[in-house]
């Protein structure tokens, strides 16, 4: 698993690029703070190497907690920022800092 930041500098916006690398999976989204944990707002999409990527337009100088859903399981980013506990799932999130 990725995440790319781009930083616009005509924008308060970081472009961030989310990339899940599966060979057999068949849905992949992220959710988090930035979208409500709403999965139909952020599917990712399948890549012709098999994996799932999808970019976001999010703002700058924001802190987001999140997740990806994998065919329904939810799985933590590898490479996140850092990692929060969140009494609710009763597990750690990824966190996303911009």
């Not at 703002?59 to 907690?65: I, L, R, S, Y």
């Not at 969140?86 to 911009?98: H, K, T």
């Amino acid at each position: 698993m990725a995440i790319a930041k781009k930083y616009l500098k005509t924008k308060p916006v970081c472009k961030v690029t989310f990339t899940v690398p599966t060979d057999d999976a068949k849905k992949v989204a992220v959710v988090g703070d930035f979208n409500n944990w709403n999965a139909k707002k952020s599917a990712l999409k399948k890549q012709k190497n098999g994996s799932f990527k999808g970019t976001f337009d999010l703002p700058k100088e924001t802190t987001f907690e999140f997740k990806y859903i994998v065919d329904g399981e939810y799985v933590n980013e590898g490479e996140a920022d850092r990692y929060q506990w969140n009494d609710f799932a009763g597990s750690e999130n990824a966190v996303l800092e911009l």
